[in-house]
């Protein structure tokens, strides 16, 4: 089992730059891949970054240039850095962990932390 806990979600203004924190425990030795998905109202969760277990990165196109994940293994958290923070970036962001086996995959949640951003 793994347990994330999010935080770093606020209000901010268009222009802006938050910085998304999400720590895991459990069993985290186990985990393949981290990352931040967001869903806004009325829209699917979309993929927002991702960060493998070697390092690689991905991003959705509408967020690089503009948000970073990185991770701190030996805290066991992952963050996003976003910097120039438009309207359309208004979500709830959720962590993500995957654990990946040759005929399975595991997902787990964390629960979410609003991020508005006025314009």
């Known amino acids: 089992q793994v347990q994330l806990v999010e935080s770093g979600g606020e209000l901010v203004q268009a222009g802006g730059s938050l910085r998304l924190s999400c720590a895991a425990s459990?069993?985290?030795?186990?985990?393949?891949?981290m990352g931040w998905y967001r869903q806004a109202p009325g829209k699917q969760r979309e993929m927002v970054a991702i960060i493998m277990r070697g390092g690689n990165t991905h991003y959705t196109e509408s967020v690089k240039g503009r948000f970073t994940i990185s991770r701190d293994s030996a805290k066991n958290t992952v963050y996003l850095q976003m910097n120039s923070l438009k309207p359309e970036d208004t979500a709830v962001y959720y962590c993500n962990a995957e654990i990946l086996a040759a005929t399975w995959t595991k997902n787990y949640w964390g629960q979410g932390t609003q991020v508005t951003v006025s314009s």
């Open positions: 459990g069993s985290t030795v186990s985990i393949d891949v």
